[in-house]
């Protein structure tokens, strides 16, 4: 009799162990399908074409793109923009006969062969390409140029006043305010150390002023606050104390100190 019940029991204890098991795998196979769905699902919202809000938003023309990743060359410098006498040249691949060289007038403008004046002045090479390519459009069908500098004017500061030799430097690296003045040949016997005034050239009609105690600054070795100077900066070094200046001041008021050509 007990062999019977045993015989009886140990079959369904197997189909129930069986049982158990199949319902285990289903359960992983469907955790396996779940997990799957969700990486591909974030795969695609942050790869896919206007999908997300990670998506990456592309660099205006003429900007820097970014800061980016620096150990990846995401820091960019600002590119460099056309300035007034630069001299730059057009090649057509298709057209070499409009092949040119322009110089930057005064006005900003450069003059194109058949194609008349377009404003170069503070332009990447980049968006006066697609100026070029815009004024000859209806000369060409889809004017393909290519936008070289040749010539441009090196970064400079000018220095006045009392110091040894008054005028023009070219800035080939950083320069503070007490480097330009050891470059001009230094402070004169007669020079107000403590007025040092920087002229800084904000648009085509104002100038920023700032006056810095250069005498005080190294006395104190608070060398963290010497500015270093911009292209187009004036160091001016008066003789008498200067009462008072005002904080901008239009381009023309330079001349009491310095010819404005030089600036």
Known sequence: MKQRVWLTIFPLVGLLISQLCVAVFAQDVAKGENLGTTTLSSQTGQTGAGM????????????????GNPQLGGLRRPLYRLNRSDVVSLSFTLSPEFDQILIVQPDGYVFLKDAGAVLAYGLTLDELQSAVRKAYSGYLHDPQVAVALKEFEHPYFVAGGEVGHPGKYEMRTNTSIIEAVQIAGGFTHEAKHSQVVLFRHINDDQ???????????????????????????????PQNSISKIEHLISKPSLSMYVSSTQF
């Open 52 to 67: 997300g809000s990670e998506g990456t938003t592309a660099a205006k023309p003429g900007q820097a793109g970014g800061m």
């Open 207 to 237: 100038v920023e002023a700032r006056v810095f105690d250069i005498k005080k600054m190294l006395r104190e070795k608070s060398l963290s606050e010497v500015p270093t100077l911009r292209p187009g900066d004036l160091v001016f070094v």
